[in-house]
């Protein structure tokens, strides 16, 4: 008996090709993202290269009842990608075109595969950057589907801040454009922040307008350690409320201090609560804000600055901080790391964070602690044995760390998104009649629920 | 034979007493707003005091199909307000509570008739400020509902970026919580966003959980003045390309700083393009950032700044500025003023502002033009004689700046929204599939079309 997806299969052969294939490696390479969650297996991939593509498979689909799932870099930590009802990956790495920078407005469009990695790379000699920053190779595209953020939000904002507009091919084909290349406009709903988030929900994004920022004249980073996390979350609140437009402030706790020493052999730092910090602006400006933070770090006790001025002693650092994860797990060998995520009002970041550190004393796992917490954001890195029951003693801790986050007024993610693995918190944190609108917008849009099945919502 | 609304006014009178009304003079009241177009009565006005009460009427008027229009301050511009279809205004004046505000986490949460200087005057004793500035006495509710910003978007952002959560009350009464008090989140869709720009076409916000900024430690003001409009406006494209963070920089033309001179007796200026600028910062950034600006500005033909350092110059300044439309009235006795708005990528500003002009040349009409110019945002304030044929004049005026606008990859509008006056150019800015999606987004959630009637979209 022929199956639905496998005629979707045959008619899309007639313009993708070889670029539509039920090669099982492949299928394999797209059945997960880079989270602890079950895999599963599309019944085809497709690499689409231009956004008529989309909207002509999107169509078949639609017309067939298939499921489509859009795949970036996979990197996703929740399952975004992983499809739980097979039908045809959207793989949109072939999608990545930088197709226009305007110096003047500082803006630029790409296409969705488009790594950051690239666009910065490609950007440096026009003295522009795209500032969000997640740590990971991602694409825009996935950055978008997610409300992706990093080590930058607190200075520059979230991907949210910093797309001026999309192009969305639709479930049933259909090609919109939201927003445009003004800064501003009152005109019409916002179906720009509609998509920003709906992760594959709604849509796929084929095309995105960004905001790009100027490089800043001057940049320097500091590391400060603590004998205390509180007197480390504490420099952070005071330093937010001093209006101090600090452009990364990032707290390692002493867990994952001691691992990224080992890891990236930093010399003269201790395994103690740090601070690592990045200042941007002129060079008078950066001296200032500088010495207006140390001040309050050596108020709240921390053991003075320790200056990276130089690029290479700064790009050793912040290596460092992004290879947090690799350094975690090096930790313990052998071991696959789980990374949470949650998010809090700042007021509440020290009772978060220290609580948080109990669970996980309690939990008797081993689970470093990084956050970007100027925005009340962090995450632990859990590290998951093959023992039996290892990977649901960490989900354990995991529910634990974000109701506390949700007990104090917090998100059940700030940046990782819900996909699969955060499904069961949003009612609690949206309440019910929010979680039904949301599904009347999702029914609106995608009457047929082909869009990224088994996602953001529970069954 | 009765009327359903008068079974809904019937009704509600069971709860709202004399606070639902139908008073000729109070109707009249609510009947426009401060634009040019046609009045038109509600059958009734209400004045809610409470969330519930304002989700009891809607109940009621979804059960009998009435049309609903919210209404703040009544300061738009477009139309927003006036009950074309009949129907309740809900009057949210005395819903103006201010009811609390988190000094650590810069929040605030706020009732939608809390107007803009309402909450500045509450927060000053504790070292904050809300940064959006329209100018007018409007509410914060509106504010939102209308998308706003003013003259220090540039530097703080729109109501958009200022917004972190709502309550918002459903057509059909049903309550829902959007965002939250966390400064990001990646769970679920942004509902906040949605109704954000809605102009009360989705439901009636009740409830505002706005961001505050930390008042500036140091403020100064400056004035520059310009031979020629194309040096003032490269001079705004050369200040935001070096990402020189301006608190406000205000463009006005040579006819509206002939008015200002003459209604605010501003002395040792001349009616020629001048550029309004503001910094806020420590007083070292400050210095910095005006020896930058000016320097900028002498580049492209700037006569030098005039400093207005102490608070009580720059607030004569400031003031001249947000009296533009009344200096600009004054220079038509008996005339009325038609206020336009429009907004472009700004590296197409130059172009836009002098062929604005010559549109204004070629129409005959006088018309001083003002600028959010950092957002590349600008305003002609038409002023309209009682002759017959004057109002179809200035709009004749008003379309043709919109479609130069539109043809420079610009918006219809910057801040006063679509209301009614708009909605002939929306399907030109976004598309009509764009359009297709926000009139199934509008069906989704407002099924039986009460809400405000008549705006946004062409019927």
Same mark, same amino acid.
């Given at each position: 008996?022929?199956?639905?997806v496998?005629?979707?299969?045959?008619?899309?052969?007639?313009?993708?090709?070889?670029?539509?294939?039920?090669?099982?490696?492949?299928r394999?390479?797209?059945?997960?993202?880079?989270?602890?969650?079950?895999?599963?297996?599309?019944?085809?991939?497709a690499?689409?290269?231009?956004?008529?593509?989309?909207?002509?498979?999107?169509?078949?689909?639609?017309?067939?009842?298939?499921?489509?799932?859009?795949f970036?870099?996979?990197?996703?930590?929740?399952?975004?990608v992983?499809?739980?009802?097979?039908?045809?990956?959207?793989d949109?790495?072939?999608?990545n075109?930088?197709?226009?920078?305007?110096?003047?407005?500082?803006?630029?469009?790409?296409?969705?595969g488009?790594?950051?990695q690239?666009?910065?790379?490609?950007?440096?000699?026009?003295?522009?950057?795209?500032?969000?920053?997640?740590?990971?190779?991602?694409?825009?595209?996935?950055?978008?589907?997610?409300?992706?953020?990093?080590?930058?939000?607190?200075?520059?904002?979230?991907?949210?801040?910093?797309?001026?507009?999309?192009?969305?091919?639709?479930?049933?084909?259909?090609?919109?454009?939201?927003?445009?290349?003004?800064?501003?406009?009152?005109?019409?709903?916002?179906?720009?922040?509609?998509?920003?988030?709906?992760?594959?929900? @709604?849509g796929?994004i084929?095309e995105?307008? &960004?905001?790009? /920022? $100027?490089? *800043?004249? !001057?940049? =320097?980073?500091a590391?400060? +350690?603590?004998?205390?996390?509180?007197?480390?979350?504490e420099?952070?609140?005071?330093?937010?409320?001093?209006?101090?437009?600090v452009?990364?402030?990032?707290l390692?706790?002493?867990?994952?201090?001691?691992a990224?020493?080992?890891y990236?052999?930093?010399?003269? @730092?201790?395994?103690?609560?740090?601070?690592? &910090?990045?200042? /941007? $602006?002129t *060079?008078? !400006?950066? =001296?200032?804000?500088?010495? +207006?933070?140390?001040?309050?770090?050596?108020?709240?006790?921390g053991?003075?600055?320790?200056?990276?001025?130089?690029?290479?002693?700064?790009?050793?650092?912040?290596?460092?901080?992004?290879?947090?994860?690799?350094?975690?797990?090096?930790?313990?060998?052998?071991?696959?790391?789980?990374t949470?995520?949650?998010?809090?009002?700042?007021?509440?970041?020290?009772?978060?964070?220290?609580?948080?550190?109990?669970?996980?004393a309690?939990?008797?796992?081993?689970?470093?602690?990084v956050?970007?917490?100027?925005?009340?954001?962090?995450?632990?890195?859990?590290?998951?044995?093959?023992e039996?029951?290892?990977?649901?003693?960490?989900?354990?801790?995991d529910?634990?760390?974000v109701?506390?986050?949700?007990?104090?007024?917090?998100?059940?993610?700030?940046e990782?998104?819900?996909?699969?693995?955060?499904?069961?918190?949003?009612?609690?944190?949206?309440?019910?009649?929010?979680?039904?609108?949301?599904?009347?917008?999702?029914?609106?849009?995608?009457?047929?629920?082909?869009?990224?099945?088994?996602?953001?919502?529970?069954?």
């Amino acid at each position: 008996m022929s199956r639905l997806v496998d005629t979707v299969i045959a008619q899309a052969g007639a313009f993708l090709g070889d670029r539509i294939t039920v090669n099982a490696a492949l299928r394999e390479q797209h059945s997960h993202g880079e989270d602890a969650l079950p895999h599963a297996m599309p019944d085809a991939v497709a690499f689409p290269e231009t956004a008529d593509e989309i909207s002509q498979l999107l169509a078949l689909c639609h017309a067939h009842n298939v499921p489509v799932v859009p795949f970036g870099a996979g990197t996703s930590l929740e399952g975004h990608v992983t499809p739980v009802r097979g039908g045809i990956t959207f793989d949109l790495s072939r999608m990545n075109a930088i197709l226009e920078v305007n110096q003047d407005d500082m803006d630029c469009r790409v296409q969705p595969g488009v790594t950051r990695q690239q666009l910065n790379e490609h950007l440096r000699d026009q003295g522009l950057f795209f500032p969000v920053d997640p740590g990971s190779v991602c694409t825009i595209g996935g950055m978008c589907a997610t409300r992706a953020s990093g080590t930058a939000a607190v200075r520059y904002g979230t991907i949210r801040e910093n797309v001026l507009g999309l192009t969305v091919a639709l479930p049933d084909g259909r090609a919109i454009r939201t927003g445009g290349r003004v800064r501003k406009s009152a005109t019409g709903y916002d179906l720009t922040h509609l998509f920003i988030g709906s992760e594959g929900t @709604l849509g796929i994004i084929t095309e995105i307008t &960004l905001k790009l /920022h $100027g490089i *800043p004249e !001057s940049i =320097s980073s500091a590391v400060c +350690q603590y004998d205390s996390m509180a007197g480390a979350v504490e420099t952070v609140i005071a330093v937010m409320q001093a209006g101090i437009p600090v452009a990364r402030i990032e707290l390692i706790d002493d867990v994952q201090m001691g691992a990224c020493i080992a890891y990236s052999k930093l010399e003269g @730092l201790q395994a103690v609560p740090t601070l690592f &910090l990045e200042f /941007h $602006g002129t *060079p008078a !400006s950066v =001296s200032e804000q500088a010495e +207006q933070t140390e001040a309050i770090a050596v108020d709240f006790g921390g053991l003075g600055f320790r200056w990276a001025i130089d690029p290479a002693e700064r790009a050793k650092l912040w290596q460092a901080r992004h290879d947090a994860y690799w350094a975690a797990l090096a930790l313990k060998p052998g071991h696959r790391g789980m990374t949470t995520d949650a998010v809090v009002p700042i007021s509440r970041l020290a009772e978060a964070i220290l609580g948080v550190k109990e669970d996980i004393a309690a939990s008797g796992l081993t689970a470093p602690l990084v956050g970007h917490v100027g925005d009340g954001n962090f995450h632990t890195i859990i590290l998951v044995s093959d023992e039996p029951g290892a990977v649901e003693r960490a989900f354990e801790l995991d529910k634990k760390i974000v109701a506390r986050a949700l007990g104090l007024g917090g998100s059940a993610s700030g940046e990782h998104g819900v996909g699969i693995g955060k499904r069961g918190f949003i009612e609690e944190e949206h309440g019910s009649e929010a979680i039904a609108v949301m599904r009347t917008l999702k029914s609106a849009i995608d009457p047929r629920g082909i869009m990224n099945p088994g996602k953001m919502f529970l069954n």
